[in-house]
């Protein structure tokens, strides 16, 4: 069984024991356990589609690591002939969650 869960406004694709990476949550520590709203569940047989979430669903997940950094990404900004250039760094971090049950 399949759900898509809702985490810092961004949308994920889940199953039962599965590791992912989102967005930083603040406070968390390792071990913690996390409710998720459901906005769909997806069975292979059925989907329910509730609005804005399926009632009486809900996906438990467990924190493995609280804070994990992501890719370092760089941004140029450059002028040909004017010796202008700008370079910016970002490094986005995350929070490693396992999803434990979806009910």
Do not use: C, W
């Not at 949550?25 to 329910?48: P, Q, V």
């Not at 924190?63 to 700008?86: L, S």
């Amino acid at each position: 069984m399949k759900a898509i869960i809702i985490s810092g406004g961004k949308q994920y694709i889940v199953a039962e024991k599965e590791q992912i990476l989102v967005d930083l949550i603040d406070g968390a520590k390792e071990g913690d356990k996390l409710d998720f709203m459901s906005l769909m569940l997806i069975d292979g047989t059925n989907s329910k589609v509730g609005t804005p979430e399926v009632a009486g669903a809900k996906v438990s997940a467990k924190i493995i690591e609280p804070e994990v950094k992501g890719d370092k990404t760089r941004a140029i900004r450059y002028k040909a002939k004017k010796r202008v250039n700008k370079i910016t760094g970002h490094r986005q971090k995350y929070t490693k969650i396992e999803i434990l049950s979806i009910k």
